[in-house]
């Protein structure tokens, strides 16, 4: 669907200009020209967008935009949509055949050797698809599946011989086995409580859409509980910004400083609650 179908030539997120569209109060909004002109066209005049923005209406799209300066959209794509969704797919049963696999087996060495061999052949074949069906994490692209399908394929076998394979070593390796199993304990927290980190953190962003609306004065987006660790903390507190010049979103330490917090909080989290065994499931 990604790479087959193609908007039809009159598809207004194929014309010579496009614009990004945001909405205002109410209903309306306004459309204009200051974005990434190339990211745009990817997503407007891709099939992915075209399909859903035929589905499910333009309005309804995450990313809506027009080929005219002016109010309302006439093109839309979502990151999320139903043709990326339908992508992302066999990549969450490449993962149930990897369980199922060494289920069936019960036994270590031959699961490590069976995900070892498809590791390195999904791997193989996305780099080999790449030249022809580019790599592309938005559209979730068929050699973007099949490289990222891969090389979780070969981490697992990695960490599952590291850690988890103890009948594959003799019984004077089981201390390096429990000192590794120990080492790698907090992917393991954060594993078993993967819905809770994606959701809360900054990979989905609601809790920091919460911190965010603890403010204290206008314009709330610079004087709230985010803003005031970036800002203060980082960059004056810990003199962050001597290392760099502007603001924070443009300071690598300072941005690299709070992402390794906010990694080390939600460690802290996954852990408490893997100890008291609450698991957030589906």
């Given at each position: 669907?990604t790479?087959?179908?193609?908007?039809?030539?009159?598809?207004?997120?194929?014309?010579?200009?496009?614009f990004?569209?945001?909405?205002?109060?109410?209903?309306h909004?306004?459309?204009?020209?200051?974005?990434?002109?190339?990211?745009?066209?990817?997503?407007?005049?891709?099939?992915?967008?075209?399909?859903?923005s035929?589905m499910?209406?333009?309005r309804?799209?995450?990313?809506?935009?027009?080929?005219?300066?002016s109010?309302?959209?006439?093109?839309?794509?979502?990151?999320?949509?139903?043709?990326?969704t339908?992508?992302?797919?066999?990549?969450?049963?490449l993962?149930?055949?990897?369980?199922?696999?060494h289920?069936a087996?019960?036994?270590?060495?031959?699961s490590?050797c069976?995900?070892?061999?498809?590791?390195?052949?999904?791997?193989?074949?996305?780099?080999?698809?790449?030249?022809l069906?580019?790599?592309?994490?938005?559209?979730?692209?068929?050699?973007?599946?099949?490289?990222?399908?891969?090389v979780?394929?070969?981490?697992?076998?990695?960490?599952?011989?590291?850690?988890?394979?103890?009948?594959?070593?003799?019984?004077?390796?089981m201390?390096?086995?429990?000192?590794?199993?120990r080492?790698?304990?907090?992917?393991?927290?954060?594993?078993?409580?993967a819905?809770?980190?994606f959701?809360?953190s900054?990979?989905?962003?609601?809790?920091?859409?919460?911190l965010?609306?603890?403010?204290?004065?206008?314009?709330?987006?610079?004087?709230?509980?985010?803003?005031?660790?970036?800002?203060t903390?980082l960059?004056?507190?810990?003199?962050?910004?001597?290392?760099?010049?502007?603001?924070?979103?443009?300071?690598?330490?300072?941005?690299m400083?709070?992402v390794?917090?906010?990694?080390?909080f939600?460690?802290?989290?996954?852990?408490?609650?893997?100890r008291?065994?609450?698991?957030?499931k589906?």
């Amino acid at each position: 669907l990604t790479y087959v179908v193609r908007p039809p030539g009159d598809w207004p997120g194929c014309a010579d200009e496009i614009f990004l569209c945001a909405v205002g109060a109410g209903e309306h909004g306004s459309c204009g020209g200051d974005h990434d002109r190339e990211l745009v066209r990817q997503w407007a005049c891709s099939a992915p967008g075209y399909l859903d923005s035929r589905m499910f209406g333009v309005r309804r799209m995450y990313i809506q935009g027009s080929d005219r300066s002016s109010w309302p959209p006439r093109w839309g794509f979502d990151p999320e949509g139903a043709v990326t969704t339908l992508s992302a797919v066999p990549t969450m049963f490449l993962g149930l055949y990897a369980f199922r696999a060494h289920w069936a087996s019960q036994d270590s060495l031959a699961s490590l050797c069976h995900w070892l061999l498809l590791g390195a052949l999904l791997t193989v074949c996305g780099l080999a698809l790449s030249p022809l069906v580019p790599l592309n994490k938005q559209l979730w692209s068929p050699s973007y599946g099949l490289l990222t399908g891969g090389v979780a394929t070969l981490l697992n076998a990695i960490f599952f011989g590291l850690v988890d394979s103890d009948a594959m070593y003799p019984a004077r390796a089981m201390t390096v086995t429990g000192f590794l199993r120990r080492l790698f304990a907090p992917l393991q927290w954060l594993g078993a409580n993967a819905i809770i980190f994606f959701v809360l953190s900054d990979c989905c962003g609601w809790a920091s859409h919460l911190l965010g609306g603890i403010s204290w004065g206008l314009p709330s987006k610079d004087k709230n509980v985010i803003a005031w660790f970036q800002n203060t903390v980082l960059m004056r507190w810990l003199h962050l910004s001597e290392h760099c010049s502007g603001t924070f979103d443009s300071c690598a330490p300072a941005v690299m400083a709070f992402v390794l917090v906010e990694l080390a909080f939600w460690v802290a989290v996954c852990c408490m609650l893997h100890r008291r065994g609450v698991f957030w499931k589906i």
